[in-house]
């Protein structure tokens, strides 16, 4: 099937703008040859009246009738071949090997909140039974679940066009707590993701869900982003992408006549620290580490390390010449797209601008390359230049680092006190190290929302205990995260029964407990009947 | 001890502003003594400095030393004596019944709070163990839990002196989450607040808590709110109050550079439906228990019913009949201050001039009387003009009511779609009606956070299971409670823990489970250790 160009609304593959951009291969810098359409306000109003009408049917559906719904779309994105793994190549030049894997983080976390749904505890049911004597007054009976918040709109993330985007974490926690979808796809992959939209559109029809559960909608302009947020009938918003992109969605949340939330993502600096114990023990080792971590995905990884810690050292000097070293052995990059080129090469320049920063690999744009790149880069400066200046914590988002020498241990800690929030934080030692990676971990504590002991923080398990998120500006939202399980708290609101008679009650919350959940009741645990 | 009209800063009464405000007795309004300060810039910056420093110690406190200073807090509270209930009746003119009732409720949840975090599962622990054998790639151990989230503001509420104020629950569930709380007292109690103040400060010292774990600022202009909330080290905001007030705070939280969530729960008119069969069973009944639960408090609660839906039938009028004459039996109220006597007067005067109003008790201010006052009031309208007229969904808050008699249940059910948020919404039906009550149930749900079967909205349980919030403009945040032992979570966010050796993981998420608390280990519900 030919691709459209078109968006996807409520079943229907539609558009009436105009058609003014294409897919550019990363690797070749070649325009594809459907050009896609941006969305206008009228398609935009049409896919959110269409999610809020869906809405009032899928909030009752059962969780079985979701998960079925999950697994299906899982199945249907698979069904796609490898056309889709060819497309995503194609317009984010990450490899087929990334590709494939990716496609199993996406389905496999569909089929996780497949499988969290269908135990059903994540209703989080709290049961105060009644207490008819109490004195002076009685307590009635007071019941308290989760329910799904209404229509979302998801925006596609540029570096992960499977696992961030269309079908991805935000959109399968979404789905799985009953709310319809309106995604607005990244422009840098319009292609990838109108193939995930007919899956999507597949295992609605299949599963017979109303159509305005999904809606792809394309777009290069900031205009057709603002005109979702905006829209009335929209709950809330997840994104993932820049400070710049996630803060202007946020404000325009904030400032509509009836706020809504907005989950943004948008990125970090991940520091690490590494404790001299550990270079001894393993520097060569913590090199090539810290070379891979740097540059995976291009270095396009919101958990990219891209700010390091080392005490005043020749151990330190060997690790940060052999970070150095190993980054210039890797290949040359392929970065996304023109606009993640332009502005990595910009904030390395400035970075590399400023007082007492010494660049020790790359630190320039490669010219002439066919390809979207930049070189991989290791910079270097002094705990007191770090403190002093806040612009060293601006993100690179690229294959770059930034080492900072601390000259003692009261340095450091002042360096993380002026740190601004991030997704993680890492810590390298030895066993002797433990105490002080302990009190490390505790300032660190307070900076991020994951902890990491003697790993890399690239690579995001999608799992329970999973938290990817962190304070700001790393999100908008500390409390939630975007990746595991509990992603998909952030799309439902309690609601109390308050002395409802059994037969009007939900399933969750009915005395004899008939999904089988762990519920509170009377402030216990239980899967018990009442 | 007498009255110092002062500031209680990291516990030091103090004040260096203007002095230029005192109590209002609204039962005849003759101002108290003493003049209160309006906090300075300065103080506020001293006020949330403590409370940043404070926070870096009490953020490591067990829960087992944060609930034996919420039991001192309570103890102190109750040994204020009769000194507090006649203070905060000569503030607020409810009488000392309702003050013993608050009191009992203000340290009832101060030791449910205790309760809570001393049992420890609300730390909400989920753990997934290491899979080493996993391929392509080994999965980490991951553990995640919640902490506290920093400095907490607290607008305190003019409707609960004390139950919504210096000690009411969001100081509690702050306090609870191990969180240093900074109060704005409200203007309209001040010398309440302060021996409230007081009692905090007495258990701080003998718990030997950091004396910037709590303070309290007076001050009756708006800039002393928005100074707080402004303040870069404050990490979030609780408020109970107007509309007005709690939108102004919001809108000022997240236009910071670093925004912050504000959990601002702003009122409601809190929607009643009553069925024909439940006015022919227990009309009488129906018609006493509407105007108690309308004039309870003076009208002066959150939850008072300032809407009942009716449908079109003679005993539908016979009831809004009765209720307008239990309403002008009743005593004419005493309001809370010359602000609410003037904000319900221009409100309701608005209400009655709109199209198909009709006024059938009250409706005019009280002249000449020595206290603040308002009749009572009950109005009525048909569902077609409440469709039509949004400015029939403002709130009066005071003892007042509107009646709208619907022709049909179509007419009720799109009454019910234009509903703005509201805090709860409650049926009224027979045991015949039950079908129709729960559909009435599945429309109500999307607008509200507590749904009432056969009761009065009136009267909020401090319970595991209570919900109290809603969409907006009932609240900010929807998806948190500001009554109920949920509350906690307002003030908590998560972090996970990725390949921490046992010695440095926090007790609640060590595999021996020291704590004996609940935790979801790999997708189960569990207290055994792994």
Redesign the interface.
């Known amino acids: 099937m030919a691709l459209t160009g078109k968006h996807f609304i409520a079943g229907r593959w539609t558009a009436s703008g105009e058609a003014d951009f294409t897919s550019i291969n990363p690797r070749t810098k070649a325009a594809g040859e459907v050009k896609f359409y941006n969305a206008t306000a009228e398609e935009i109003d049409q896919a959110v009246s269409a999610a809020a009408d869906a809405f009032q049917i899928t ?2 559906f059962s969780a079985e009738k979701l998960a079925g719904f999950l697994e299906k779309a899982a199945d249907e994105i698979e069904a796609l071949g490898d056309e889709l793994l060819e497309t995503a190549d194609m317009e984010a030049g990450l490899g087929i090997p990334r590709f494939t ?1 990716e496609r199993g983080r996406t389905t496999g976390q569909l089929r996780a909140f497949a ?2 749904i269908r ?1 059903g ?1 994540y209703i989080d049911a ?3 039974t009644a207490l008819p004597d109490r004195k ?2 009685p ?2 009976d ?3 679940m989760q ?1 799904p ?2 229509p979302v709109a998801v925006f596609g993330a540029s570096n992960f066009p499977l696992a961030f985007s269309v079908a991805g974490g935000d959109t399968a926690s979404a789905f799985a707590a009953g709310c319809p979808v309106i995604v607005k796809a990244h422009p840098s992959h319009p292609a990838t993701s109108e193939l995930v939209a007919r899956a999507i559109g597949n295992a609605i029809k299949a599963c017979g869900f109303p159509a305005g559960f999904f809606s792809l909608v394309q777009g290069r302009t900031i205009e057709s982003g603002q005109n979702l947020v905006k829209h009335p009938q929209l709950a809330a918003v997840g994104f993932t992408g820049s400070l710049r992109g996630g803060r202007a969605l ?2 325009t949340a ?2 509509r006549p ?2 809504i ?1 907005v989950f943004a993502e948008m990125g970090s600096i991940n520091p690490v620290v590494i404790l001299p114990g550990a270079i001894k023990e393993r520097g060569d080792a913590l090199a090539e580490g810290l070379a891979n971590s740097v540059t995976l995905g291009s270095g396009q990884f919101c958990t990219n390390p891209g700010l390091i810690f080392v005490m005043d050292t020749p151990e330190s000097e060997t690790l940060i010449e052999n970070t150095a070293s190993q980054m210039k052995g890797k290949p040359e990059c392929v970065l996304l797209n023109a606009g993640i080129e332009k502005a990595l090469a910009s904030t390395v320049e400035t970075t590399r601008g400023r007082d007492g920063v010494n660049t020790l690999a790359g630190g320039e744009a490669l010219e002439g390359r066919d390809f979207f790149s930049y070189s991989n880069t290791v910079m270097a400066t002094d705990v007191d230049n770090f403190i002093a200046d806040p612009q060293l914590q601006t993100e690179h988002f690229g294959p770059v680092t930034l080492f900072v020498t601390c000259k003692d241990t009261q340095s450091l800690n002042e360096a993380i006190s002026h740190l601004e ?1 991030n997704l993680t934080a890492t810590v390298h030692a030895t066993e002797k190290e ?1 105490e002080d ?2 009190q490390l ?2 300032h660190l ?2 900076k ?8 890399f923080p690239t ?1 995001v ?1 999608v ?5 990817h ?1 962190g ?3 790393a999100t ?4 939630t ?1 975007s990746v595991g399980m ?1 992603a998909i ?1 952030r799309f ?10 059994d ?2 009650l939900p399933d969750a919350l009915k005395s004899a407990n008939p999904l089988g959940i ?1 519920r ?1 009741v ?2 216990e ?1 239980s899967k018990d009947s009442i």
């Open positions: 909030r009752n894997g499988k969290l135990e505890s709290i049961i105060d002076p007054l307590r009635p007071i019941r308290r329910i918040i209404g946020a404000d904030a400032q009836t706020p939330p929030g433990l990676a302990g971990f505790n504590r307070e991020v929302g994951r902890l990491i002991f003697n790993g690579g398990e799992s329970y205990a999973m938290h998120g304070p700001y500006p908008t939202a500390p409390g995260t509990t708290r439902m609101r309690p609601v109390t029964f308050q002395g409802l008679p037969s009007l762990w509170i009377n402030g645990y």
